[in-house]
């Protein structure tokens, strides 16, 4: 799957899955039981939770529209202390080309409930950040900046918060200028920094900057491995494209390279292939 991606035939059972949902899903739960209360409902201004609620970068029905805006909605009445989830508008309407509007929910419930700090031990006592049980390729090498030494991420999460979101920028910038020494200078000079350029990649799961079915394969990656995986990927394309990012003397000319190079067929999976080497 890490390699070769998802069947469409088999994405809803796999979802699922890796989701921890298990069938038949059960109607006491918050999330369906305030789904229930607005079945039927138009949601004209569905919730973003700090995300970009675009509907037309999804092949979703007008009825599928409506799905999404109840699930949204659904999802942050049940859960108001999820303030800020940036991948979840685009996440759920990905869900629901594969799976029905209760399951979906389902899903993004069941992922919102495994969130935990990344920094917290199982009884909730601080941790000092460690990549020590994340694979070679996750980890930082070592010495260098102390904050690439204790920065750590948790595999099976989705992102929630916007610290978390910070915390996986920077990890982003920190593993660009270890693999590539000097292009992280290079590009500020240019006025095009690392965690302004993957900002977006990691709030919208490279949605909208890749094809669509190199943004599902996204998916499948982030629902194997971990909202991790989006760190790494971010990390590749800058690798992928050091050579030539070098050779730029203007912003335009930065973004151009990256703008192209995602928009590639295939650039997904060179990204994959980038990020997990031995995958």
């Excluded at 009825?63 to 991948?87: F, I, K, N, W, Y």
């Excluded at 918060?161 to 240019?190: M, T």
């Excluded at 977006?200 to 991790?228: H, N, Q, T």
Aim: glycine share 6%.
């Amino acid at each position: 799957m890490m390699q070769k991606g998802c069947a469409h035939a088999l994405r809803r059972r796999a979802w699922l899955g890796l989701s921890g949902v298990s069938l038949p899903l059960s109607p006491r739960s918050p999330a369906l039981q305030v789904l229930c209360d607005i079945q039927g409902r138009s949601i004209k201004h569905p919730p973003s939770l700090g995300g970009d609620v675009r509907f037309d970068q999804h092949p979703l029905t007008a009825g599928g529209r409506e799905s999404a805006s109840r699930v949204l909605a659904a999802t942050a009445m049940s859960r108001p202390d999820v303030t800020l989830c940036p991948q979840l508008p685009d996440l759920a309407q990905a869900l629901l080309c594969y799976v029905s509007e209760q399951e979906c929910l389902s899903c993004l419930e069941s992922l919102l409930s495994q969130q935990r700090s990344p920094f917290l031990q199982s009884d909730d006592q601080p941790l000092l950040p460690s990549c020590a049980g994340c694979p070679p390729s996750c980890s930082p090498p070592e010495g260098g900046d102390e904050r690439a030494r204790m920065f750590s991420l948790n595999a099976q999460r989705v992102l929630e918060g916007e610290v978390a979101v910070r915390e996986c920028l920077s990890a982003v910038e920190l593993r660009v200028e270890a693999s590539c020494p000097g292009l992280v200078d290079h590009l500020k000079a240019l006025d095009l920094r690392v965690t302004a350029v993957s900002s977006e990649w990691v709030r919208r799961m490279f949605c909208g900057s890749v094809a669509y079915p190199d943004f599902l394969r996204v998916v499948d990656i982030i629902m194997l491995e971990g909202i991790k995986s989006l760190v790494l990927l971010c990390v590749a394309c800058f690798t992928l494209n050091h050579h030539h990012l070098r050779l730029c003397t203007s912003r335009e000319e930065g973004q151009a390279v990256l703008e192209s190079f995602l928009e590639q067929p295939g650039s997904t999976q060179l990204l994959i292939r980038a990020a997990y080497p031995g995958g």
